[in-house]
């Protein structure tokens, strides 16, 4: 789960109010509602879903320099409804916000770009025509080069920009989208608060970063997540804790931790090397923070031990910047990440509301 | 006594009063003065500091008014003359001489003699070149006046006085100021052209000495003409 | 020397005031009005120099570049959107004033706006509701606009109180403000966020590098410069009160020096009581002064305002706020102010001898000294003025050699005085008149002061008058000449172009387009304009200079005419080939261009659409009977249903800019009317200081028959005939300062010269006022004298004074 920094909402820029992260724990009136009984079809529910009220393309990646050089790429596209419609011009009630962020091991360069819907800054157009598949803001877009047939998700480039880096990818992969939760239905609470949330977790990389010290080419895998919803925090959830695990044998782990006032709730889905995913059953997933690090004026755990009995894991994980803070107009921490112990790999861990 | 019915009643008081209010009350300073005063003769007055004798000078010449009782100055009831017409009178027919501040300091010797009898509109520069003549002030015509001595401006005053030609002069310590000698010299001078031009004079004075060099002599005590 | 001699002695100092109210009223008076007319202007000043500021910062215009149509008018929404999309971080923004409320309107993309733009950080705040600011229900505005609309401003917007918002002016989300000022899909400009930023823009748009020394800000700085300059004048004629009350006191006060030094205080002692003494009323005056600046200030503000709004658009706030710039400096100058007063009477008093007599009347013996000495200066002054006049270069040697010139003629002044006196006294016209010539000389001395303080106030009035009136006359003529045409038009798209004059070409006499494009003349940015051949332009074009058939050359391509301020910029004259694109062309001739601070080219239309072919032509003048204009402009909007900005009428635009002016009028004539009373005060603690050495002087006169209200007439007439001597005096060194403002201060700071007009008829009301002022200050001299009880002028003859 992605759930992230919500969008306009967000220019309210008051991080953990009674409200929760970002406002995310507000009613919606007039939005739609996940639907566990909704089967999710594609290339359609690539596209947005103009009667949620939020909605996010987000590409993690883990990549490595020809000197062997851990790096961390984000590119993210949220959408933010102030109307479950789509309107032209000025007017639309659709609010986006992209961030994009270059993780070094010293260094965390971050760019924001917000613009509302209906006059062509932002948006995602369902291709094939008269464009491919794409989804964009200002300059930035992840633009679909799948061929005719295949999945979109399967094939496409991705850029983005920031005032002192950039980056261009190719992302391609033959395995088939991970439905994550219940068939594509993903719970976040006891009280049933759900989103509708697949991924597409096996994306091998090729590219550049364009850094300050000059350009990079890097190799590396990807993991994707596509996740709508209109309420995805109980009202007395403060924040998460997200991970994503690429096992070196192929396994990929989504696990995260929705942060409350009791004991918190957590849930995930260990997915095999195959693409066959099996949801956790809630709390089966233990994390436990290791260490913090003094990040932008806040303690934050960049060490963790994540353990999962049912499937013999215990690991260590440690953030390859501590220092991956996004100071986004609602500020949190991302990072790519290594783990150890039981099982070995690498990552991406998200922590909000702190 | 004869030569007082000879002379034509130029001057005459009739329990004349005059009351000052001061911060301590009401101060009476003449108290029913009754006196006359004929053509060309010559009167001093005489009294303590306070008896009212200058007070009385300036009611005769008209720079200020009685409270009560008549004076009569050339036919002329004061008491209820407009200022425009006291000024008149002050201008043709009374001649003023101070212990100070007599002249103009703006204007030269020359002009400060001439001054009163152009206002009255009787200047005679013969006669005005006499009086400078007579007074010594013929060196002293380009001066101002506080470019020469005290005495020399006393007897600019006088001759500025006379050559008007007033039928009365009135002199108040016009020698006050000066040195015993000086006084001697400027009272003489004024004493003999006063009676020459025929003018009547009231002077009033502390000193019996000078006092007694004119015709008659009047004592105030209290605001009132000691018997 | 212990402390008690010292308390008794400052309470012998200080008793001085309490048998003397008058005295301490004219000196606190003086002290506090001078400071008041100084901190008030200097009021003005900060606040509408802070309005600009906010202004120009409220949408980054300081810091930020921005993207404008090359051909001037609006950019469209496609153009961001492609921008963006091209990586161009740039933000739209929309301007205009809203009809209905009067309110001007700024249109933003909070989601895009540089954080470098002040109102950036607003947003956010507007009530929590962001929803509402895009759904342009909610705007942004001055809590002080928002207390003054009380609730009438935009019909469906509920504004929320931000900081550091100009007034009058509201901010909406860009969409709003597209609706509210019927401009749907139109942008005025994009706003470029600092940073790298890609290369190659579309052709139609261009990049204009932040207005740091923007154009607003230059017009706006000669205003303030006149509004200083007066300021301080107004303040000079308040210490020449404060300089002959002081006096008064520090003579009337010498028995008491000479008393207490021979007690035993030492001159310093005694100096330094003094300087205590003049310190403490210094602030106090100064407090009051700095209080009644505030009020002078806030009484001015809103015509201020109105003149700077109109004249260059930008907005001052209606009402003040106390800044610790301008009270401080208040109260600082009227310290000094008052120290410099006193400097002379300090000075004296610091080397009085212990037993100093007690004589009135030495300083005016020694005036004659003093005249020459001040003539010799004066001359040096007026010389020292012509040199930095004729050779000086910049607006400070053109200020220096104002005020060398203000000062030399004041100090000229008494020689002046006394020799007019010194005429008037030969022409012996009777023995009165004599007495008065002669008394009239021996109190120039005394009221020379006030009589400068009055040529002072007299001349910068005249002068001031002159120039605006000069400007106003001018810049009518020239709008009368510019806006030859009785309608101008402004069309969406060519589309709409087209169809407007296919259907006004039966309706008008003549459709005469207008293009224009940016470009860089003499190396600034300016822009180029072509005009159709046409006898509006042949018959009305404001040409300062020009060739022989001048339109010819113009209509056939091969010549060009320049603005005043590029010509003089430039330092080019006619027949000078000037640098265009594609290809230079000779000047033909030079036009006056009021009231833009850019340079500005004009060829003729087929040329420009030589040069520049992709201009579209979206702008026309149309020529029609006058009478008939207001029922086309009429018929236009209904037909084509043309937003309010798409049709100026000349008229209106005439309206306005007389409006404008009359504004500019109110204040002018509001400093006008302090600077006299300041003068009318200078007056009358002059003529009470005279009055009490005067009685020596009248008495005399008195006692030889002249009645007492006589001595008071010629003494009101001595006074108004002196007064009348220093304005005429003041009427060619007004118009001298007139002159120099408006033809080397002007040039200096707008880079264009006014022709002066005169305007004898406004001089007459003004040696009125003037009259009147000094009259009233006279008047409770002479009622005083003429009311003298007898006994006062009695006492002169019987004792020392």
Not at chain 2, 33 to 47: E, H
Not at chain 3, 382 to 388: E, I, K, N, R, T
């Amino acid at each position: 789960m992605n759930a992230k920094a919500l969008i306009l909402s967000l220019l309210l820029a008051s991080p953990v109010a009674a409200q929760g992260f970002a406002d995310l724990g507000s009613a919606a009136p007039g939005f739609a509602l996940p639907d566990p009984d909704r089967t999710l079809t594609f290339p359609a529910d690539h596209g947005p879903h103009w009667d949620f009220r939020i909605e996010w393309w987000y590409l993690t990646a883990v990549l490595s320099g020809p000197d062997g050089t851990d790096y961390g790429v984000q590119w993210t596209l949220f959408r933010s409804a102030l109307a479950p419609v789509e309107g032209e011009g000025w007017a639309s009630p659709q609010l986006w916000m992209g961030h994009a962020a270059v993780t070094t091991p010293d260094h965390h360069f971050v760019a924001e770009r917000l613009a509302r819907g209906g006059i062509g800054q932002a948006g995602v157009a369902p291709g094939p025509q008269p464009e491919p598949f794409t989804a964009w803001i200002d300059d930035w877009a992840l633009t679909s080069r799948a061929a005719p047939g295949t999945d979109v998700l399967s094939d496409f480039s991705l850029t983005a920009t920031g005032p002192d880096f950039g980056y261009a990818l190719q992302l391609r992969t033959d395995a088939p989208l991970v439905l994550q939760g219940d068939k594509g239905y993903s719970v976040k609470s006891q009280a049933g608060q759900a989103s509708h949330y697949y991924s597409q977790p096996f994306l091998s990389v090729t590219g550049k970063l364009r850094l300050p010290e000059g350009e990079v080419a890097v190799t590396g895998q990807a993991w994707i997540d596509r996740e709508w919803s209109s309420q995805p925090l109980a009202e007395n959830q403060t924040g998460w804790d997200w991970f994503s695990l690429m096992f070196d044998d192929g396994t990929r782990l989504m696990g995260f931790v929705l942060r409350d006032d009791a004991a918190g709730f957590t849930s995930g889905t260990w997915i095999a090397a195959d693409g066959t995913p099996a949801p956790l059953a809630p709390g089966a997933l233990t994390a436990e923070p290791l260490m913090t690090a003094r990040v932008a004026g806040r303690e934050i755990p960049v060490e963790w031990r994540l353990t999962l009995p049912d499937r013999g894991l215990d690991v260590t994980l440690a953030a390859l910047n501590p220092q991956a803070w996004m100071a986004t107009s609602v500020p949190y921490w991302e990072g790519p990440i290594r783990f150890s112990g039981s099982h070995s790999g690498r990552g991406y861990l998200e922590m909000t509301g702190y | 006594m004869g030569k007082l019915h000879l002379s034509v009643m130029l001057l005459s008081l009739t329990n004349v009063k005059k009351t000052y209010a001061t911060s301590e009350g009401p101060l009476v300073v003449l108290d029913g003065v009754t006196l006359d005063l004929g053509s060309g003769q010559s009167m001093a007055l005489t009294g303590e500091s306070g008896s009212g004798k200058s007070t009385l000078l300036h009611l005769v010449a008209g720079l200020d008014r009685p409270d009560a009782g008549e004076i009569v100055l050339a036919g002329k009831s004061l008491a209820t003359l407009p200022d425009r017409e006291l000024a008149a009178l002050r201008r043709g027919t009374v001649g003023l001489v101070f212990q100070q501040f007599n002249l103009i300091p703006s204007l030269d010797v020359r002009a400060n003699l001439s001054f009163q009898a152009r206002l009255a509109a009787r200047h005679d520069p013969d006669w005005c070149a006499h009086l400078a003549d007579a007074l010594g002030l013929t060196a002293l015509l380009d001066r101002y006046p506080e470019q020469v001595s005290g005495g020399q401006q006393q007897r600019v005053a006088i001759g500025r006085t006379l050559a008007a030609r007033p039928r009365l002069v009135l002199a108040d310590e016009p020698t006050g100021n000066l040195d015993e000698a000086t006084a001697d010299s400027v009272l003489g001078l004024m004493l003999q052209l006063v009676s020459a031009s025929g003018a009547a004079l009231m002077m009033v004075t502390h000193s019996p000495r000078l006092a007694g060099r004119l015709d008659r002599r009047l004592h105030l005590t209290g605001g009132k003409v000691a018997p | 020397m212990n402390r008690a001699v010292i308390r008794s002695g400052m309470g012998a100092l200080l008793s001085h005031w309490v048998r003397h109210p008058m005295q301490l009223l004219t000196l606190l008076v003086g002290l506090a009005l001078a400071t008041a007319l100084w901190s008030g202007v200097q009021a003005i000043n900060a606040e509408a120099r802070a309005a600009y500021a906010r202004a120009a910062a409220a949408v980054g215009e300081d810091t930020l570049a921005r993207i404008v149509a090359v051909a001037g008018g609006p950019i469209g929404d496609s153009d961001y959107v492609a921008l963006r999309r091209a990586g161009w971080l740039v933000s739209p923004l929309v301007e205009g004033r809203h009809r209905a409320s009067g309110l001007r309107v700024i249109g933003i993309d909070p989601l895009t706006l540089p954080p470098q733009a002040a109102v950036s950080g607003a947003v956010p705040v507007v009530g929590g509701d962001i929803a509402g600011f895009l759904g342009g229900t909610r705007g942004l505005a001055d809590a002080e606009t928002i207390a003054a609309l009380g609730g009438d401003g935009l019909p469906g917007v509920r504004l929320a109180p931000a900081d550091g918002l100009p007034p009058m002016t509201v901010i909406l989300d860009v969409g709003a403000a597209q609706r509210l000022l019927a401009a749907p899909g139109q942008l005025d400009a994009l706003i470029l966020a600092p940073g790298p930023h890609p290369n190659a823009l579309p052709q139609h748009l261009a990049l204009r590098a932040a207005a740091r020394d923007g154009s607003l800000a230059r017009l706006t700085e000669s205003f303030h410069l006149n509004l200083t300059a007066f300021g301080f004048l107004a303040f000079a004629v308040g210490l020449f009160i404060v300089h002959s009350a002081i006096g008064l006191a520090f003579e009337q006060r010498r028995p008491v020096f000479r008393t207490l030094r021979a007690l035993g205080l030492s001159a310093g002692t005694l100096t330094g009581l003094l300087v205590a003494e003049l310190l403490v009323l210094a602030i106090i005056a100064g407090l009051l002064g700095v209080a009644l600046g505030y009020l002078v200030a806030a009484a001015l503000l809103p015509d201020v305002g109105a003149t700077l709004s109109g004249l260059y658009g930008a907005t001052v706030p209606g009402t003040l706020s106390i800044r610790a710039e301008w009270w401080a400096t208040g109260l600082v100058i009227a310290v000094l102010g008052t120290l410099a007063a006193a400097g002379q009477s300090l000075w004296r008093l610091w080397h009085l001898p212990v037993l100093a007599p007690a004589q009135a009347r030495a300083w005016a013996l020694a005036s004659t000294r003093t005249r020459r000495l001040q003539f010799g200066a004066a001359v040096a002054l007026l010389a020292a003025s012509a040199g930095l006049v004729a050779f000086g270069h910049g607006l400070w040697a053109a200020f220096g050699g104002l005020g060398a010139l203000l000062l030399g003629a004041a100090l000229a002044l008494p020689s002046i005085m006394d020799a007019v006196v010194r005429v008037a006294q030969r022409a012996r016209s009777g023995v009165l008149w004599e007495w008065f010539w002669a008394d009239t000389r021996q109190q120039l001395p005394g009221l020379s002061l006030a009589l400068m303080a009055l040529l002072l106030a007299m001349a910068a009035n005249i002068g001031v008058g002159t120039m605006v009136t000069s400007f106003r006359t001018t810049f009518v003529g020239w709008l009368d000449q510019r806006l030859a045409s009785e309608l101008y038009l402004t069309a969406a798209s060519a589309d709409e172009a087209a169809r407007l004059t296919l259907w006004l070409r039966p309706r008008t006499d003549a459709i005469l387009p207008i293009v224009s494009a940016e470009a860089d003349l003499i190396g600034q940015p300016g822009s180029i304009y072509g005009v159709a051949d046409h006898a509006t332009y042949r018959d009305h074009w404001p040409l300062l200079q020009s060739v022989d058939g001048v339109w010819d050359r113009v209509a056939d391509g091969t010549g060009v005419l320049v603005n005043e301020q590029m010509a003089r910029r430039g330092g080019l004259g006619l027949g000078v080939e000037v640098a265009l694109p594609h290809g230079a062309l000779p000047i033909v001739g030079v036009y006056s261009d009021y009231g833009n601070p850019s340079p500005q080219a004009l060829i003729g239309l087929v040329a420009f659409q030589r040069r520049f072919p992709d201009t579209e032509v979206l702008r026309f003048g149309l020529r029609i009977a006058p009478d008939r204009a207001a029922g086309l402009a009429a018929d236009l909007r209904q037909t084509f249903d043309l937003p309010e900005t798409a049709l100026v009428d000349q008229a209106g635009i005439k309206a306005f800019s007389l409006r404008v002016f009359d504004r500019t009028f109110t204040v002018t004539a509001a400093l006008n009317v302090l600077t006299l009373g300041v003068a009318g005060l200078a007056m009358f603690a002059s003529l009470l200081t005279l009055a009490t050495f005067r009685q020596p002087q009248l008495a005399p006169v008195w006692a030889m028959g002249l009645t007492l209200r006589h001595i008071a007439l010629l003494d009101f007439c001595r006074t108004l005939v002196l007064a009348t001597v220093a304005c005429l005096a003041a009427l060619p060194l007004g118009l001298a300062l007139a002159w120099v403002l408006l033809a080397v201060v002007n040039v200096e700071a707008f880079g264009w010269r006014l022709p002066m007009q005169v305007f004898p008829l406004d001089w007459l009301g003004l040696f009125g006022a003037a009259l009147l002022a000094i009259g009233l200050a006279a008047l409770i001299p002479t009622l005083k004298l003429a009311r003298r009880a007898p006994v006062d002028l009695l006492r002169v003859f019987a004792h020392e004074r």
